[in-house]
């Protein structure tokens, strides 16, 4: 597709559970940008990748959270032991250059994830 | 502190109206962007400015760097001009800091 896919598109699990959210990226795109966003808030930063790269991560709420990009396409944002408190939308963006230049971040539609 | 503002927090107007939807930040910024989200999670960038003005059919967005703020203008409004419209601002430290975001409703 020509948009930024991710999937699934809805999430639920039980607390404790491991659960693990996918994002397929437009072609090309360089710069991967994985987004929290709480029922009510804005998205709030997660981490960064510029290719297959992690060059910020500081946005992870704990160490429960984990993603990778192995082979600078795909990438998948990993959550151990769920809390009910990671229950959000998980947005994942990216961007045809590299770095944090002003450009369009092209978003998926996200996945709703649910602790139970 | 990097904070993003933006009001009012919900805005309901009658088809037709003329919206101003605001946004004000608290420190330099390297660019603003304006995107809209539908329910259902889809976000789509409808601008990015560093500076003055841009338009793209009815909608309208405008930055005053002094002032620290930023106003998304659409005319002519339309039911389906309802959504959320989020203000995200990329800081010094480079990574996007995004409003909370105006739930805007147009009524038929």
């Known amino acids: 597709g020509a948009g930024v896919s991710q999937s699934p598109r809805y999430k639920v699990a039980k607390r404790g559970q491991d659960v693990a959210l996918r994002c397929d990226p437009i072609s090309g795109h360089v710069s991967l940008f994985w987004y929290q966003q709480a029922l009510g808030q804005g998205p709030e930063f997660l981490t960064y990748f510029q290719n297959e790269a992690q060059l910020d991560k500081s946005g992870l709420p704990s160490d429960r959270f984990f993603a990778e990009r192995p082979e600078g396409s795909v990438s998948t944002l990993k959550i151990q032991r769920t809390q009910q408190e990671d229950s959000a939308v998980y947005l994942c963006?990216?961007?045809?250059?590299?770095?944090?230049?002003?450009?369009?971040?092209?978003f998926g539609d996200g996945t709703r994830l649910s602790i139970l | 502190k990097n904070e993003v503002e933006q009001s009012p927090q919900n805005l309901t107007a009658q088809e037709g109206e003329f919206i101003t939807i605001n946004c004000s930040y608290s420190v330099g910024i390297s660019a603003l962007h304006w995107l809209q989200q539908h329910p259902g999670g889809g976000i789509v960038s409808l601008f990015m400015l560093s500076s003055g003005k841009k338009k793209h059919g009815r909608l309208i967005a405008t930055i005053n760097i002094q002032e620290k703020h930023s106003s998304l203008h659409i005319t002519a409004s339309h039911p389906r001009d309802s959504a959320v419209y989020i203000c995200?601002?990329?800081?010094?430290?480079?990574?996007?800091?995004f409003g909370k975001g105006i739930t805007l409703s147009v009524r038929p």
């Open positions: 963006a990216s961007s045809l250059e590299a770095g944090w230049s002003n450009q369009p971040q092209h």
């Open positions: 995200a601002v990329r800081f010094s430290d480079s990574k996007l800091t």
